[in-house]
């Protein structure tokens, strides 16, 4: 079942292959619907094709940007804004609104 009403919740990495483990370990992956680390999809973050494979993972291809909501740490936030309605950056103490 999504972790969300709108299809479900990914993360989105630029990681290498030793990044499964550390999910594993920590249990991430039952906190998330997909988790989509660059490693293994070919390109990196802000290539709109990682987010094109989180999306169709979630399936939700060709998803109005009105359905998608993207949350960023600073480096990719703004550069996805193309691919979401709602585009929010999490700074290390506050999160900032910035479309």
Do not use: W
């Not at 996805?80 to 700074?91: D, E, K």
């Amino acid at each position: 079942m999504p972790f969300c009403a709108l299809g479900g919740l990914a993360v989105v990495s630029n990681a290498a292959s030793y990044s499964e483990q550390v999910l594993d370990r920590f249990d991430l992956r039952r906190r998330v619907d997909e988790a989509v680390l660059s490693y293994a999809v070919g390109v990196l973050k802000p290539e709109r094709h990682i987010y094109l494979t989180a999306l169709s993972a979630l399936g939700l291809t060709g998803a109005a940007p009105e359905r998608v909501v993207f949350v960023g740490d600073g480096g990719n936030a703004a550069g996805q804004a193309c691919m979401a309605r709602s585009t929010s950056l999490i700074a290390s103490t506050t999160t900032a609104k910035i479309r």
